[in-house]
C-alpha cells in the first residue's frame, strides 16, 4: 500500500452468503471491531440483504456495496436491478465483473465496460473485477491478458470519473482454493494494471488509482500481501463471513 498516494479499500464480498438474519448478526459484530479503521471498510452483501445493511450501518464508517448492476436503466430485463435502484436504496458500491459472474452467467469485458459505465453515471463506486484463469498463467499471457480486460473495462470512462473505480486483481486460480498468489505476484500483475491505466489515461490518474488483490486472502497473509507497493487493499471472499478474521485484514491495511 502506499496510503499517501491512495486510499486503502477492503472489501468483503459475500456472495450467495448470509439471510436477512445472519446479516444482522454479522454487521452487528463488525461495526465494533472496525470503528477505527484507517482504510475504508465495504460489505458487499446479497440484493435482499442490501437495505438491512444500510440501515445497520448508518452513522458507522462501513459502506455498503452490491454485487452485480444491470447496464440498463429500466425496461423489460427480467430479475435484474438497475443502478438507481442501488443509489437510491443508500448503497455507494457495487462488484462488477467478478470471475464467477464471467464463469457462470456470460459476463463478458464488453458487458462489464457497460455496467461499470452504467454504475459511474449513477454515481456508484465500482470495484471491477479482473484477473487471469489457471491455464491463462500457465501459457504466460497473464500480464497481457488482465491489461486486455483493464482497457476495455475501462473504455469511454472519463478520466474525471477514475476517483469512482477501484479495480481489483484476482486471479481465478486463488478465489476460494486457499491457494493465495505469492505476494510478489499479485504486487506484479496489480503495478502492470497500474501501468494500462497510466497508458489510458497518466501517470498521476495510475498512481491515485486503488488496486487491490483477491483470492484466498485471509486473517494470516493480509499483512504481507498489503506490504507490497502495488497492493492498495483487497476484496475478500470467505474470509469476510468472519468478523473477527475480517477485522483482522482491516486492521492490517489500517497500519
Ligand atoms: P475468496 O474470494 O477470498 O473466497 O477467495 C475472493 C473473491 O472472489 O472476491
Not at 178 to 192: L, M, P, R, Y
Request: hydrophobic letters at 45%; a negative charge.
Amino acid at each position: 500500500m502506499n496510503k499517501t498516494l491512495r486510499k486503502a479499500v477492503i472489501a468483503g464480498n459475500w456472495k450467495m452468503n448470509n439471510t436477512r438474519v445472519e446479516t444482522k448478526a454479522l454487521i452487528n459484530d463488525l461495526i465494533p471491531l472496525v470503528k477505527d479503521a484507517d482504510c475504508e471498510v465495504v460489505v458487499c452483501v446479497p440484493f435482499t440483504n442490501l437495505e438491512t445493511a444500510v440501515n445497520l450501518t448508518k452513522g458507522t464508517n462501513v459502506k455498503v456495496g452490491a454485487q452485480n448492476v444491470h447496464f440498463e436503466k429500466s425496461g423489460a430485463f427480467t430479475g435484474e436491478i438497475s443502478a438507481d435502484m442501488l443509489t437510491e436504496m443508500g448503497v455507494e458500491y457495487v462488484v462488477v465483473g467478478h470471475s464467477e459472474r464471467r464463469q457462470y452467467f456470460g459476463e463478458t469485458n464488453v458487458t462489464v465496460n457497460k455496467r461499470t459505465k452504467a454504475a459511474v453515471a449513477a454515481g456508484l463506486k465500482v470495484l471491477l473485477c479482473v484477473g487471469e484463469l489457471l491455464e491463462e498463467r500457465e501459457q504466460g499471457i497473464t500480464d497481457e491478458l488482465v491489461a486486455l480486460q483493464t482497457k476495455i473495462a475501462l473504455q469511454g470512462i472519463d478520466k474525471a470519473d477514475l476517483n469512482k473505480i477501484i479495480i481489483a486483481y484476482e486471479p481465478v486460480w486463488a478465489i476460494g482454493t486457499g491457494k493465495t498468489a505469492t505476494a510478489d505476484q499479485a504486487n506484479e500483475v496489480c503495478a502492470v494494471i497500474r501501468a494500462t491505466v497510466a497508458k489510458i489515461y497518466d501517470q498521476a490518474a495510475a498512481d491515485a488509482m486503488t488496486i487491490q488483490y483477491g483470492g484466498s486472502m485471509n486473517a494470516g497473509n493480509a499483512a504481507e500481501l498489503l506490504s507490497k507497493p502495488d497492493v492498495d487493499g483487497g476484496l475478500i471472499g470467505g474470509a469476510s463471513l468472519k468478523a473477527a478474521d475480517f477485522a483482522t485484514i482491516i486492521n492490517a491495511a489500517s497500519k
